[in-house]
């Protein structure tokens, strides 16, 4: 066949490539539907690495304010009572940092929807039937 030129006789059908006997698809013999969409799960927990990596972050931050904050104290010297909050307020970050990247991040609360019983749907109260478990030598 030359450019220019068109066949007469239709496209060629491969029987094999698609059992329906018509030409296979464009897309490598896949059906067009598309698959269903992954289920997304809202209640999830992030992974353990982000909250690693959650933590680690918290850690690092903490711990690099640590020494501007003694640094500013030092700038203050001049005014002690402003230089030894500063320096007061540096005493606990190491503390409450490794604290806070030891803990696991805090669970959401769930929330319970109202609960309405129907009397008619309720199931009976049931039997308080007292079973002993005592076995008497004698049966007798």
Not at 61 to 78: E, K
Request: charged letters at 20%; hydrophobic letters at 40%; one cysteine or more.
């Amino acid at each position: 066949m030359t450019l220019g030129s068109e066949s007469t006789a239709g496209p060629t059908v491969n029987p094999s490539a698609n059992p329906s006997g018509g030409p296979a698809p464009a897309n490598g013999g896949r059906s067009s539907r598309k698959a269903p969409a992954a289920a997304i799960i809202t209640a999830a927990e992030p992974s353990y690495d982000d909250q690693l990596r959650s933590r680690r972050t918290r850690y690092s931050i903490m711990m690099g304010l640590r020494i501007p904050c003694l640094i500013l104290a030092a700038f203050f010297y001049q005014t002690p009572w402003l230089a030894i909050t500063i320096a007061a307020l540096s005493i606990p970050l190491p503390w409450m940092a490794v604290l806070i990247a030891n803990d696991r991040p805090a669970q959401k609360r769930k929330r319970m929807a109202p609960v309405t019983v129907n009397p008619e749907r309720a199931l009976p109260p049931g039997r308080h039937e007292i079973v002993d478990s005592a076995v008497d030598p004698d049966p007798r």
